[in-house]
């Protein structure tokens, strides 16, 4: 499945992103979805993920209480927002998918089958 990210930028301290991850897929539905950053010289980290059914997400402690995620099924889209940007926070983030047969809401890279092409955030102090 292709993914498009979109909605990064450059923020100052404080402000909020809303980034989106869509896919032409017609049953982008049925793939669990999640979302990870790399900050130059660092490893790639999973921030959030959601699973196909919508009952399951997870928040990684260095953004709970920041970032949310949801998905609009209708739009074929994962969204993930985000409040009370901070300079750590600057990263290039990428959505990516699982195969329908894996549901759950997992972030560990290893998991996932696509990516996107990944948006920049930048937060300014």
């Known amino acids: 499945v292709q993914l498009v990210e979109s909605g990064g930028g450059l923020v100052q301290a404080g402000g909020s992103l809303r980034l989106s991850c869509t896919s032409s897929?017609?049953?982008?539905?049925?793939?669990?979805v999640g979302w990870f950053r790399q900050a130059p010289g660092k490893e790639r980290e999973g921030v959030s993920c959601i699973d196909s059914r919508q009952s399951s997400t997870y928040i990684a402690d260095s953004v709970k209480g920041r970032f949310t995620i949801s998905r609009d099924n209708a739009k074929n889209a994962v969204y993930l927002t985000m409040n009370n940007l901070q300079p750590e926070d600057t990263a290039d983030y990428y959505c990516?998918?699982?195969?329908?047969?894996?549901?759950?809401?997992?972030?560990?890279?290893?998991?996932?089958?696509?990516w996107g092409q990944g948006t920049q955030v930048t937060v300014s102090s």
């Open positions: 897929e017609s049953t982008f539905g049925d793939y669990a």
């Open positions: 990516a998918a699982a195969s329908p047969s894996k549901f759950l809401c997992v972030t560990k890279d290893w998991y996932y089958d696509s």
